[in-house]
């Protein structure tokens, strides 16, 4: 199947720093990304979707001035936090479609540990 | 994107079949029903997807009611490496298109 990669796999940062987390697509190519967080005992909750070469879509609810979404390529997205705190210690996951079209299944990359201190 | 209901946990015997059960009863009849899981601290892993037939792959089988309002999710012989959260989504075909993750179902594998 297609694989998607993150980088970092975990991070640790102080507060009031800025951390970047990349998300890849190896194998494929990718118009739509897609960022979720997900918190302890909790499900994924999408942040944003990502559109190559136009602004990023968030969710109600998502700070799109402190999580900057960049989709410069078909195969790369990155999200900064900004002016990290320790309530925005989570996982972080980004999936990737390797096609448009009806019933194309997302592809999700490994996560990424954000801990804030 | 209409919502699916499972149930909360279950468990197996390991070399038993799994069948995880789910509820889409306010499904539209061009989303599609998505089956992920996640095994604990990693990304969600697609495990398979159909529209109204029933469907198989190398991991599972997804058998859908004639009305789509529910599905099964079949495991055919369980082992431990499949304790995980199961989540069954619908979705709407597109690429832009959104997966909105539930709670979904925890399954325990025992030995």
């Known amino acids: 199947g297609a694989v998607v990669s993150q980088h970092p796999s975990w991070v640790i940062c102080k507060s009031g720093t800025s951390v970047k987390i990349e998300c890849r697509s190896l194998?494929?190519?990718?118009?739509?990304m897609f960022w979720y967080r997900q918190f302890p005992k909790q499900s994924l909750m999408l942040m944003a979707t990502?559109?190559?070469?136009?602004?990023?879509?968030?969710e109600q609810g998502v700070e799109k001035d402190k999580f900057l979404i960049n989709h410069a390529s078909l195969t790369l997205s990155t999200l900064t936090v900004t002016s990290a705190h320790p309530e925005d210690s989570s996982f972080y996951i980004c999936?990737?479609?390797?096609?448009?079209?009806?019933?194309?299944?997302?592809?999700f990359g490994p996560g990424t540990r954000l801990t804030v201190t | 994107d209409a919502k699916t209901t499972q149930p909360p946990s279950m468990d197996c015997a390991e070399g038993r079949a799994a069948n995880l059960p789910c509820n889409h009863s306010?499904?539209?009849?061009?989303?599609?029903v998505y089956w992920y899981r996640q095994i604990h601290s990693q990304g969600p892993q697609y495990i398979i997807h159909?529209?109204?037939n029933n469907e198989t792959n190398e991991m599972a089988s997804l058998i859908i009611t004639e009305d789509r309002k529910s599905s099964t999710l079949i495991l055919p012989h369980a082992t431990l490496r499949d304790t995980a959260v199961y989540y069954c989504?619908?979705?709407?075909?597109?690429?832009?298109?959104?997966?909105?993750f539930g709670k979904g179902i925890t399954l325990s594998v025992r030995p």
């Open positions: 999936s990737a479609n390797p096609y448009s079209g009806h019933g194309r299944e997302q592809y």
């Open positions: 194998d494929f190519q990718a118009t739509t």
């Open positions: 990502s559109n190559e070469g136009s602004k990023a879509t968030y």
């Open positions: 306010t499904i539209s009849g061009n989303e599609y």
């Open positions: 159909g529209l109204k």
């Open positions: 989504i619908v979705r709407k075909p597109g690429a832009n298109s959104k997966l909105t």
